[in-house]
């Protein structure tokens, strides 16, 4: 059994390019010479030396005394808050934009719903001194005001997107359309493992430091480098795919998914994809998304803006259907409490999307011999508006 990509592009039976016949150019470009690019000398060299001083790496690996005595268990947090950025997003777009340069093109579109992929892309466009294009949902633009005004003042062009919902399906269907009429000079971004062969491999090797970072930090740490498990919160599955790649092949370590279950997975209001949904097409790909009987995608809800997505990368489809990762959800209460829960025992305002994967620890069996390392995708700066809401502060 691999849980690797073939070299179609698939894994078992998810994932391909189910592109249309007009993006082939873009798309084959891409996935004829992704590995080649990434596997020189140089390219090595660049990304690793944008990620230790750029980026900030290797992010701490904290074990976490206060809240290991809480559950009785030994738990350990992957700092990837720490982060330039506040979060993991920086790993995935520091990689594209050097391969962008390596293929020649001179100019970066990305599609973005909470904003946080944007204002990542358009923060290695001002390093690179590329100019950028970040399509997002008039709706969107409007709930994210912050981020917006960051990639502005990062030299990006914002674009509402009036059509559809005007949310993030609607931002990626004309970031695609633009990539369709400058396939010469244009980069297209995509910020998590989802989209066509090569995007879910790709994405997934650029963030597969965090697990490289993480079994060597166990070893000096723990003396292995293999844990009992590995947890990480799922919207696309990027931060996810980065922390459990290099244990992928070694069966003892559990992988642990969490989904967001929003108002509860058995409510219209969640955006916990593996609970509630089933096979097709969505992003140029196959995969498990929401949708109802006429295969429509239903409109995810999540407290948290990174988690609201309809689908879920190929890869974690694979994962789930094989059984080698579990997916379980956390609702919004959940997650709110366990935001504040770590804050208070540990001094660390996380991220509403890193919450769910913290809100699911009491629901494992932790044994008191454990080892859990969590990854902690992301820091709360941008919740503080949530967090203000549900306690006051
Ligand atoms: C975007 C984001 C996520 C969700 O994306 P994945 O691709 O599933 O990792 C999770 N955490 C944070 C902090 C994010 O910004």
Known sequence: MSYFVDEKGYYGAFGGAWIPEMMQANVSELQERYLEIMATEEFRREFDLLM???????????????????????????????NHTGSHKLNNTIGQVLLAQKLGKTRIIAETGAGQHG????????????????????LDVKRQEPNVRKMKMLGAEVIPVTSGNQTLKDA????????????????????????????????????????????????????????????????????????????????????????????????PETAATLAVGSPGVLHAAHTILMQNNDGQITEPYSISAGLDYPGIG?????????????????????????????????????????????????????????????????????????YLDAYGY
């Open 52 to 82: 230790k001083d750029y980026v900030g790496r290797p992010s701490p690996l904290y074990e976490a005394p206060r809240l290991s005595a809480y559950y009785g268990s030994r738990i350990f947090l992957k700092r990837e808050d720490l």
């Open 314 to 386: 190929p890869l974690h489809a694979h994962l789930f259907k094989t059984g080698r990762a579990s997916y379980l959800h956390a609702t919004d209460q959940e997650t709110l409490q366990a935001a504040l829960l770590l804050t208070r025992l540990e001094g660390i305002i996380p991220a509403l999307e890193s919450a769910h994967a913290l809100a699911a620890l009491p629901k494992i069996p932790l044994r008191t011999g454990d080892i859990t390392v969590i990854c902690l995708s992301g820091r709360g700066d941008k919740d503080m508006q949530t």
């Open 172 to 267: 990626t269907n004309e970031a695609m359309r633009d990539w369709i009429n400058h396939p010469e000079d244009t980069h297209y971004i995509i910020g998590s493992v989802v989209g066509p062969h090569p995007y879910p491999d790709m994405v997934a090797r650029f963030q597969s430091v965090i697990s490289e970072e993480m079994k060597r930090q166990l070893q000096e740490q723990t003396g292995s480098g293999f844990p009992t498990r590995v947890m990480a919160c799922v919207g696309g599955g990027s931060n996810a795919a980065g922390a459990f790649y290099h244990y992928l092949d070694h069966p003892e370590v559990e992988l642990i998914g969490v989904e967001a279950a929003g108002k509860g997975a058995d409510t």
């Open 119 to 138: 204002l990542a892309t358009a923060t290695v466009c001002a390093l690179k001194g590329l100019p950028c294009v970040v399509y997002m949902g008039a």
